[in-house]
């Protein structure tokens, strides 16, 4: 039986965006690259693994009803499962289903009613894991949007995450794909992706500026 406490969507998302996050760059540098850079993979591994498949089977669909619970819902689906499938083609099997509940969140308004661009960068970035090139552009769009609705001290790490979603377009835009995942998926790598791989010089490598 899943623990109430942990099946909560507010005790996700205080977990995700925890308090002080408006405190100062400093502070919120500091968390941006915990949730980036797999500082919560530990304790994702160690407390939500039952949450992730409840989501993944569809158990816990109802959280979509509402922004904040169609949040948490597309974090565990989005972020979770990277962390605690890394290594699988699992890793990537939710990525559909949370780009559909970002896609709809966006049209529905609950992006909009979402309080702080930290919210709004995690319900959006689905589109930014996609490889389709027209969600990778309405993502850079938001992106950039999102630079000039943070405060003034944040702008540089909200225009960091512009630039990493526009990397990551034109990676889409070069190879149609991600070709990093190739091997996991079981695909075949074209000489030119090949060449791009043997790099290592992927965009959700590249490095902080802050």
Request: charged letters at 20%; hydrophobic letters at 45%; a negative charge.
């Amino acid at each position: 039986m899943l623990d109430p406490h942990i099946t909560d969507p507010e005790r996700m998302l205080a977990f995700w965006f925890p308090p002080g996050l408006d405190a100062d760059a400093a502070a919120h540098g500091r968390w941006f690259r915990w949730a980036f850079t797999g500082g919560a993979d530990a304790e994702i591994r160690q407390r939500f693994v039952p949450i992730l498949e409840a989501a993944a089977c569809g158990a816990l669909d109802g959280w979509a009803v509402a922004p904040r619970a169609r949040l948490a819902l597309i974090l565990v689906l989005d972020q979770f499962s990277r962390t605690v499938w890394q290594g699988s083609a699992e890793a990537y099997s939710q990525d559909e289903k949370a780009c559909a509940l970002a896609l709809e969140g966006l049209q529905c308004g609950h992006y909009d009613r979402l309080a702080t661009v930290w919210e709004k960068t995690f319900f959006q970035l689905p589109l930014g894991h996609s490889e389709d090139a027209a969600l990778l552009d309405r993502c850079v769009a938001l992106c950039e949007a999102l630079v000039d609705q943070a405060a003034a001290a944040l702008r540089e790490i909200y225009a960091h995450s512009a630039s990493q979603a526009r990397a990551h377009r034109e990676v889409i835009r070069r190879f149609g794909r991600h070709p990093h995942r190739n091997a996991l998926l079981g695909r075949a790598s074209t000489e030119g992706e090949l060449a791009y791989i043997a790099t290592g010089r992927f965009p959700h490598r590249n490095a902080f500026p802050f």
